[in-house]
Nanobody, 124 residues
Framework: QMRLEESGGGLVQPGGSLTLSCKFS????????IGWFRQAPGKEREFVAG????????DYSDSIKGRFIIIGENAKNTVYLQMNNLKPEDTAVYYC?????????????????WGQGTQVTVSS
């Protein structure tokens, strides 16, 4: 059983930056892969970025590539999503999720555990 908790959301102006945190606890395995997803009103939950806890891979969706960075801090069991040059279309609830085994994936149904989400609003 794993628990994930997001924090760091808020209101930011277009062009601004925000860093989200995902702290996880409980039973983990070295193969765990942590993904960030987001869901805007009326839209499907979509993959944003992910990182393998072994540090062997990091993945990004095309919509945020070059603007967001995912970073893992092993000592704190925390994964950060650094978001730069934010746009109004980045407005969504952001979730982190854990996939315990298997290859990294962007499919939300392949993840075993989810956090409650944190709201990010980009508006002037």
């Amino acid at each position: 059983q794993m628990r994930l908790e997001e924090s760091g959301g808020g209101l930011v102006q277009p062009g601004g930056s925000l860093t989200l945190s995902c702290k996880f606890s409980g039973s983990t395995v070295s193969t765990v892969y942590i993904g960030w997803f987001r869901q805007a009103p009326g839209k499907e939950r979509e993959f944003v970025a992910g990182i393998s806890w072994s540090g062997t891979s990091a993945d990004y969706s095309d919509s945020i590539k070059g603007r967001f960075i995912i970073i893992g801090e092993n000592a704190k069991n925390t994964v950060y999503l650094q978001m730069n040059n934010l746009k109004p279309e980045d407005t969504a609830v952001y979730y982190c999720a854990a996939r315990l085994w298997g290859t990294p994936t962007m499919k939300k149904d392949d993840y075993n555990y989810w956090g409650q989400g944190t709201q990010v609003t980009v508006s002037s």
